[in-house]
Each structure stands twice: as C-alpha cells, then as structure tokens.
C-alpha cells in the first residue's frame, strides 16, 4: 500500500486531495500544521509527502528544510502545493529540498497521475510498497 501523506491547512483541498487519492487506493495520513506533519513524517515515514506553503505555524519550504535534514525522513519525497498566483514559488520550492510541485486548485483529472509519475520517478515502485 503506498502512504501520502498531507500537510494542507485549507480542509477543502485537504478532503479533496484526500477523496481522490483513497479513490485510487492510497493509504492517507493527513495533517493540518507543519509540525504535526513533520511529527507524523517521522513516525510512519510515508512514501511521499504533499506539503503546503502556507501553513499556521510555518512556511512550508521550513518545514521542507527540516524534513530534508533529518535522517529519518531525507529519501521520502516531498511534493509542494503551491497557489497559481504565487509565480515562482515553483522554482524555490525545487531549489529549497521540495522534489516536485502542484499547483492549487487541484486539478480533479490530473491529480492522481501526478502524483504516480512522482513516485515512478523518485524511484519508488508501486509493485514494490504495495
Ligand atoms: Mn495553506
């Protein structure tokens, strides 16, 4: 079973992103600030991370930062969320320890097959963790 987990304070792309993923049989863990996101990062090490920026208790390239500097979780991928009207958050993101990046809102058709082409391409076989 592949783990994603979420860290996404706005509920409605949180139960968006979260229907569409558990459609396809993903395992979701979800978590609302980025320190219980990284505290859950740590415990269940998921196969991929969809991290927000905009976060309550941090920015989410922060939390990207700590996540990359600890052992525990420095191979799990980490996917940014990123707004559409934040031009270049994308590159940061790519240059701050973020693996890839989505765009918001989430696109309902795409969504799923992204996530699956990060995974294909950070090297993490469904076949393998399923
Ligand atoms: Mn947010």
Known sequence: MTRILI???NLLNMELATDLLE??????YQ????GEGIRLAQNFLPDLILLDFGLPDMHGL????????????TRVPVIALTAHAMKGDEKIALSKGCNGY?????????????ILQFLADTNISLKDSK
């Open 102 to 114: 989505l765009t918001k809102p989430i696109n309902t058709r795409t969504f799923v097959a992204t």
């Open 7 to 9: 860290i996404e304070d």
């Open 62 to 73: 922060q939390a990207a930062q700590i996540l990359k500097n600890c052992d525990a979780t």
């Open 23 to 28: 459609a396809n049989d993903f395992t979701v």
């Open 31 to 34: 978590a609302t600030t980025a």
